[in-house]
């Protein structure tokens, strides 16, 4: 092993790009995925590196902020000139770099965008979270066909969410997802980012008395209008929806109890269900290192999938014995991925055809101890049926959850 290690350090790296939020509002993902990211290249430098060569990581802070990022990329491809571009978290910032990828040929692997290629049709995209053929469609559907498992059968929905490119396409597909069942849209509202005051909108929520509330938001939103809802004590029969934030351990921990309830979307958590091939030993090794990193100690959101990503990757190149971008995109294609997170195979416009966005909820939170979140039973998923851990618990409304 060291043998190998020493002859790969000999060699030129193959330098992999990204930029990421260290800091702003998505920091807590970011810092969690770049540091599974880095587990990956750490490991596989350790066994002898990537065709016997070491692999490198460039990474740029884009601040959370995606006007900022086409300049990051044309910087990692133009002057770093880097093997290999990874987009950020989110899809306020993969967008914003396809433009400038495509511009240069380059295959790019995303990390938790949605819907991004529909606007882009580009051949070498490819996105690690399985999220459908349609994913703007897909997203919220599971969260509407667990509402319509309860008795009786709701009738009416409100929607609200951020005036911002992720909250806009899942409250696009809820809308769609909503008429397909015969739901009727009460309220149908956008907020503009930043709002910080969400009690004038669950009060217009409560108005309307909507036996189904789906909500589409960014971290800082979500938490705000946790706390309103819980303030203002929310009369709905189910509540939840794409509430990015709710996954994060600093956001479990300081909100405890008031997440009793909500059903919400992950990718990830520790029910029976999900016991894939190496996830627990990856946690594990993350875990300890997350803790003198100062990082999400959990790791269940963004890491399995940041790391997941890398294996893709790994095995391409490997396959391959290639780093030009059109082998490696045609071979992506066609190849199935044994991952930590399950079989990968990406479909036509590099979305995984099955989705598997989990719909989640809540249950026995008590206080704000971090380790309660490890234990099954915490987070019990709802949908897909693949998955299920539990059935949905209802009346929001009643507490008792």
């Not at 066994?47 to 460039?58: S, Y």
């Not at 894939?276 to 300890?288: D, S």
């Not at 990193?293 to 890398?310: E, I, Q």
């Amino acid at each position: 092993l060291l043998a190998a290690a020493a002859a790969a350090a000999e060699e030129e790296p193959i330098t992999i790009g990204m930029g990421m939020a260290l800091t702003g509002p998505l920091a807590g993902t970011g810092k969690a995925s770049l540091l599974a990211t880095q587990m990956w290249i750490d490991e596989t430098n350790a066994a002898g590196g990537l065709l016997g060569r070491p692999v490198k990581l460039v990474t740029y802070d884009d601040q959370s902020n995606p006007a900022g990022v086409p300049g990051l990329y044309s910087k990692l491809i133009d002057v770093d000139k880097v093997d290999i571009v990874l987009s950020g978290y989110a899809t306020n910032m993969i967008a914003p770099a396809m433009p400038i990828v495509m511009q240069h040929g380059m295959m790019f692997l995303g990390l938790y965008g949605l819907a991004v290629n529909r606007q882009f049709h580009y051949d070498r995209y490819f996105h690690v979270v399985p999220a459908g053929d349609d994913p703007g469609i897909d997203f919220s559907r599971g969260f509407l066909d667990v509402a319509m498992t309860m008795t009786p059968k709701p009738k009416t929905l409100a929607i609200v969410g951020a005036d911002a490119e992720y909250p806009q396409i899942a409250t696009s597909g809820a809308r769609i997802n909503a008429k397909k069942r015969g739901l009727e849209v009460v309220y149908d509202q956008k907020y503009p980012p930043g709002t910080v005051d969400f009690a004038p909108i669950v009060r217009a929520i409560q108005a309307a008395n909507p036996d189904v509330v789906y909500v589409a938001s960014y971290p800082a939103d979500s938490v705000g209008m946790v706390h309103a809802v819980r303030e203002l004590r929310l009369k709905a029969r189910m509540f939840g929806g794409g509430l990015i934030g709710l996954q994060y351990a600093a956001l479990k921990q300081q909100l405890g109890a008031q997440l009793n309830g909500i059903v919400y979307f992950d990718t990830y958590v520790p029910e029976p269900t999900m016991d894939f091939p190496g996830i627990k030993e990856f946690l594990g090794r993350y875990q300890a290192r997350a803790v003198r990193a100062g990082v999400d100690p959990l790791g269940f959101y963004t890491p399995p999938y940041a790391y997941a990503r890398m294996q893709v990757l790994g095995a391409a190149v490997s396959a391959t014995k290639s780093l030009d971008q059109q082998v490696l995109a045609e071979y992506m294609h066609k190849a199935v991925f044994q991952t930590i997170i399950g079989d990968v195979k990406f479909g036509p416009s590099g979305e995984q055809p099955e989705p598997r966005n989990l719909w989640v909820q809540y249950r026995g939170i008590t206080g704000n101890d971090i380790e309660q979140f490890k234990q099954a039973g915490k987070q019990v998923i709802l949908f897909p049926p693949r998955y299920k851990s539990g059935d949905l618990h209802y009346p929001f409304a009643s507490g008792d959850q």
